[in-house]
Each structure stands twice: as structure tokens, then as C-alpha cells.
């Protein structure tokens, strides 16, 4: 399936689902939210997970924990340069005004709050931070970090496994205004496969 550049969707998993998320284009990062199918209050969240791997980064055979410090997922395959940030909020209207934008613009914010409105999912009440696929957060020894263009080439993806029924949120970054999507700045799709989803 095809998730059109600045748009988000969600995805539903079944326990022992996999999603295969490929980066068609190159470049291009992935917002990327899971929340409990049972129990949406529970949700992916970047500091359980840091404090469970003791680091900020993650890898191949990481689980990804919820603010219950539960298991939701797991990154079981990544074929890209590994850089998949968690430190960087989803771009929102605030955001892009601080970058001078006076209209709308897309924004991930939206798009997370958008997707699970249209699935009938009941959201929180904020945006959780997301995990950024492909997204290249270089981190410096004095805690100094900077937003590089991507490394990832066309077609690579990165598989997950869902650990218990979840909903996925994918959006595809609008940012157009900072290298986020590569020095082009041109947000592009991507594609996304679920394996293995019970009839």
C-alpha cells in the first residue's frame, strides 16, 4: 500500500503481525506512533523505551515500550543506515510559524490526530512523541544535536512486529522547510506492507 507524501493512516495489527515500512524514494522520514488496540491510553513511548535498552537510540531485536513500560512492538529487520530518531517532536502548526509559515501547512500533529479520527480510534489527548524513521539526529559528545538529511536509500525498509493487537500511525513528514526529507527538502510517499494479518 501507498501512504502519499504529508499524509498520515493508520494501520491495524494483529499480535505476531508484521509491518514492513520501505522508504520508496530515499530519504523520506516516517512519523511512526503505536498505541494499544485495547487500550489506546497506552501508547509507544520514547523515554520507556530509552530507559529499558539504556540508550537513546534503537535497534535490530529492541522492543518498543509503552508508557506502561509494556512491550508493544519490536524492530525485528532494518535494512537502511539504522538512524531512527526519538528525541524530535512531530512537526505541528507552531512549528512551522516559528519557520515563518503564515497559512496552513501539513504538519504530523495533524496528521497523527486525523488518521485515528477517520479509523474511529479514540486519541489521546496529546501527541505522544513519535518514533521518527529514517530520520538522521546526529547527537555530539557535549549533548548538542542537529537535523541532517536522511541516509536512506530507495528501498529500504524497516520490519516491526506487533507484540500485542495495536494501531499504527504512519505519516509521511511534511517538513519542506528544513533538511528533514533530504537536502531537497521535497517530502515524498512511502509504502507499507502488513504480513502475516489474521482473516
Known sequence: MELAARTG????????????????????V????????EKPTRFLSAPHTWMHHGRLTIRVGDSLMDNTRRPLLSMIEDSSPGDHDMLI?????????????????????????????AAGVEA????????????????????????????????????????EDVVVVLSACPQDLAPTNGVGRTPTGVAYEVIGRRA
Open 9 to 28: 493512516t493508520t494501520v491495524e495489527l494483529s499480535a505476531g503481525d508484521e509491518l514492513v515500512v520501505t522508504n520508496t524514494h530515499g530519504r523520506q
Open 89 to 117: 517532536p512531530s512537526c505541528d502548526l507552531a512549528r512551522y510559524r516559528q519557520l515563518g509559515v503564515e497559512g496552513y501547512h501539513d504538519n504530523c500533529h495533524d496528521n497523527f490526530f486525523e488518521a485515528l479520527a
Open 124 to 163: 489521546p489527548q496529546f501527541v505522544p512523541q513519535p518514533l521518527n524513521l529514517f530520520m538522521r539526529v546526529p547527537i555530539t559528545p557535549d549533548g548538542a544535536f542537529s537535523i541532517d538529511s536522511p541516509l536512506a536509500r530507495p528501498a529500504d525498509h524497516v520490519r516491526l512486529a506487533a507484540l
Open 30 to 37: 516516517v512519523d511512526t506512533w503505536a498505541l494499544s488496540a
